[in-house]
């Protein structure tokens, strides 16, 4: 069970492009953490490596860099490229990395807790059979390590918490917050606006926008 107080966010995705969106939940979910009498030290950015296979996928080079310029602009954020690293051959488990952000930043906070930033939709693709997620994966997420899951509309978080055995025996460990900003601000939508040629500001941060012109991304 992860009982400290003192905690770090993680965030696994493609972050193709990291947008504005990304980094609310990551606000979000440490000011929900704080109400909560926890410590938040660190929050880690971790794109996906090549061979996750989504057709739309940029190289990892090219994300990597993108994150280290949105985490630029926050003194908490940092990018975290272990699943990217040269070594990797394939793409990483979420509950693997969390392990390893674990074991890494025990190093320098010792007996730290890691929780995973998540959508309610990502919530609920726990259940989807022949899935991403098996049932020992999504146990050691939970039991060891823990869930900040920010509520984006139509979804049911807390309902679905409850219907899920894994999850329920858990439940302590799974913080649903809900958005009280909307934001809806998609990596799928800004490509094809990038591809339209239309504007992106005021979507993502200016760095992450200069990098995508400078090197002619989704064109």
Same mark, same amino acid.
């Given at each position: 069970?992860?009982?400290?107080? @003192?905690?770090?966010? !993680?965030?696994?995705?493609?972050?193709?492009?990291?947008?504005?969106?990304?980094?609310?939940?990551?606000?979000?979910?440490?000011?929900? +953490? @704080?109400?909560?009498?926890?410590? #938040? #030290?660190?929050?880690?950015?971790?794109?996906?490596?090549?061979?996750?296979?989504?057709?739309?996928?940029?190289?990892?080079?090219?994300?990597?860099?993108?994150?280290?310029?949105?985490? =630029?602009?926050?003194?908490?954020?940092?990018?975290?490229?272990?699943? #990217?690293?040269?070594?990797?051959?394939?793409?990483?488990?979420?509950?693997?990395? +969390?392990?390893?952000?674990?074991?890494?930043?025990?190093?320098?906070?010792?007996? %730290?807790? $890691?929780? +995973? %930033? /998540?959508?309610?939709?990502?919530?609920?693709?726990?259940? #989807?059979?022949? =899935?991403?997620?098996?049932?020992?994966?999504?146990?050691?997420?939970?039991?060891?390590? =823990?869930? $900040? /899951?920010?509520?984006?509309?139509?979804?049911?978080?807390?309902?679905?918490?409850?219907?899920?055995?894994?999850?329920?025996?858990?439940?302590?460990? !799974?913080?649903? @917050?809900?958005?009280?900003?909307?934001?809806?601000?998609?990596?799928?939508?800004?490509?094809?606006?990038?591809?339209?040629?239309?504007?992106?500001?005021?979507?993502?941060?200016?760095?992450?926008?200069?990098? !995508?012109?400078?090197?002619?991304?989704?064109?």
């Amino acid at each position: 069970m992860a009982t400290s107080k @003192v905690c770090a966010l !993680i965030a696994c995705g493609s972050f193709n492009p990291p947008t504005f969106m990304h980094l609310r939940l990551f606000e979000i979910a440490r000011d929900h +953490l @704080v109400s909560k009498g926890f410590t #938040v #030290v660190r929050g880690l950015i971790s794109p996906v490596h090549d061979k996750y296979g989504k057709k739309t996928l940029i190289p990892s080079n090219h994300r990597v860099a993108m994150c280290a310029a949105a985490a =630029g602009t926050s003194d908490w954020l940092k990018l975290a490229d272990w699943e #990217v690293a040269d070594w990797q051959t394939d793409w990483t488990k979420t509950s693997d990395a +969390l392990d390893h952000y674990k074991g890494e930043l025990n190093q320098e906070f010792p007996g %730290i807790n $890691v929780k +995973l %930033i /998540c959508g309610a939709d990502m919530l609920e693709s726990f259940n #989807v059979p022949g =899935g991403l997620w098996t049932s020992e994966h999504i146990e050691n997420i939970v039991a060891n390590h =823990g869930i $900040v /899951c920010v509520e984006r509309a139509g979804h049911n978080a807390a309902a679905f918490v409850h219907r899920h055995p894994i999850l329920t025996a858990n439940r302590e460990n !799974i913080h649903v @917050v809900t958005n009280e900003i909307d934001n809806n601000i998609s990596s799928t939508l800004i490509r094809a606006a990038v591809k339209e040629g239309k504007s992106i500001k005021y979507l993502l941060p200016d760095s992450v926008i200069e990098y !995508i012109q400078q090197n002619n991304l989704y064109k």
